[in-house]
């Protein structure tokens, strides 16, 4: 069975502060690993991860993936209260596109 | 952009009622899916179709069934609705990522 570990469950951070998030994988087929900003709605596109070391940028959000060790990270640097959010990881490892989710962080930025 | 939408925001039904979720896209994604989400188990994936008329089940497809008679629009269906059954249901549609609608809330009293 396909498993999506993330860690921390959720944080508190002070605006200005770097949050990293983790995101760990078994899967049987890797093809690729997704991450999603959930505010009180559902859950918005971030990052699709294919290769390993690679990373991918958008403004102060960042993520790499490394798939010899299984796992994932997103990086948000600068954080404001607008950061304020779920953080979804799931992973695409089956062979009829079904995605794996985490159960997702909880990141509360305080001003 | 796409865009993914779906029939109710807020529901409220009895248990043992029929309920419907509806849920449309508008990219011709040949791919769609039904989830719920409760808080502390993330979302779960009740049922997905890659066709229309094709279905699988996902991970905890009991007490639901779904339907695709057409490509834009995958419903689920709670057949006798239970109070476990409260919860956020989230459509999604898949082109290279899944794309989200806007979620409905039910809750079974």
């Known amino acids: 069975e396909d498993k999506v570990v993330q860690s921390p469950l959720s944080l508190v951070v002070h605006e200005g502060d770097t949050v990293t998030l983790n995101c760990s994988y078994e899967v049987t087929n890797f093809r690729s690993l997704l991450w999603y900003k959930q505010e009180k709605k559902a859950p918005t596109f971030l990052f699709m991860l294919t290769s390993s070391g690679i990373e991918k940028k958008s403004g102060r959000l960042s993520s790499i993936l490394d798939k010899k060790e299984l796992f994932s990270i997103l990086n948000i640097t600068a954080t404001q209260t607008g950061d304020s959010a779920v953080y979804l990881c799931a992973v695409d490892g089956s062979n009829d596109y079904k995605l794996s989710f985490g159960a997702g962080t909880t990141v509360t930025v305080r001003a | 952009d796409v865009k993914v939408t779906q029939s109710s925001r807020y529901l409220v039904k009895r248990t043992g009622e029929k309920v419907f979720l509806e849920c449309v896209q508008d990219m011709d994604h040949e791919n769609m899916f039904w989830y719920r989400q409760d808080p502390g188990l993330g979302l779960r994936l009740i049922y997905f179709s890659y066709d229309v008329k094709m279905k699988e089940k996902g991970d905890i497809p009991e007490g639901y069934s779904v339907s695709r008679e057409k490509k834009e629009r995958f419903s689920l269906i709670l057949e006798s609705a239970s109070t476990n059954q409260t919860s956020m249901y989230l459509c999604?549609?898949?082109?290279?990522?899944?794309?989200f609608g806007p979620g409905t809330r039910l809750t079974v009293t």
């Open positions: 999604a549609s898949q082109g290279v990522e899944q794309y």
